[in-house]
């Protein structure tokens, strides 16, 4: 039987260890262009270049993306922290058949974990976000992983789940916060290409101004947007189908 050379050993074990996400992932937002759409005068930046892999490394890291290779005409909308907690906005998850995926920070969910208990009924998937909210660059690995496995411990007791997808505040992270991530049973890491600020209007971290099929959208919450959080998703709807897509399930591509 003729040997495979070690790095093609190297090469299939990386696969093996990335799963769908790092055949399916491209890696995209966390050269530091991407600041947090929630807190976008914050300053806090991602990586530098020399500092990331975005398919995950050869020990087993996750992969960090904000776009889907995918020839599905599929967009992601994901909503940040859990501040806003429109009722409406639960209807309109359940009138659409919506498969959103909603980010959560505990210390922002706070009381409010009853709301997001109802749109995971109708469809809404809830992913990890850390209990405060920090940003996570630089932080040792001890902070870093007391933040991502501590809102993993506190999702699974509100819902009996453990996600598999993390999105660092602000953007911000580095190796450590991969490591962490990975050892708190983190899939991937997702930033996003498209970020809906609070008039409605898209912007975009890099590349062409304008949707294509597997972006992440970013929905952050809006404490001061003069739009709800139901109509700014109208809007967005509106707008995704008019270029000929459709929302899909974030979880059922990476």
Known sequence: MRRRSPAAVVCAGVILLAGCAGAAGERTAADGRGQSPTHASSGVRGPDPDDRDDRGDRRGLPPVVDHVRTRDRV??????DGAERDPRFV????????????????????PGYGHFARLRAVGASIQNHTLDH?????????????EICGQQHKLRSRFGI????????YGAYDTTTLRAAADC???AVVLWRASLIPDGTL???????????????????????????????RRLLGEIEGKGLRVGRLEDYL
Do not use: K
């Not at 967009?75 to 940040?80: K, M, P, Q, R, S």
């Not at 660059?137 to 007391?146: F, N, S």
């Not at 101004?209 to 970013?218: F, Q, T």
């Open 162 to 169: 453990r996600p598999r997808l993390f999105r660092p505040p």
């Open 134 to 146: 920090p940003a996570l660059r630089g932080l040792p690995y001890a902070g870093q992983r007391a």
């Open 75 to 80: 967009v992601f909308l994901t909503y940040d």
């Open 91 to 110: 209807g309109l998850v359940r009138e659409r058949r919506l498969p959103v995926s909603m980010f959560l920070t505990d210390s922002v969910v706070g």
């Open 185 to 187: 049973g983190i899939r």
């Open 203 to 233: 912007t975009y971290t890099r590349g062409e101004p304008a949707l294509r099929p597997g972006d992440v959208i970013s929905v952050p919450s809006g404490e001061s947007a003069s739009l709800t959080l139901t109509e700014r998703t």
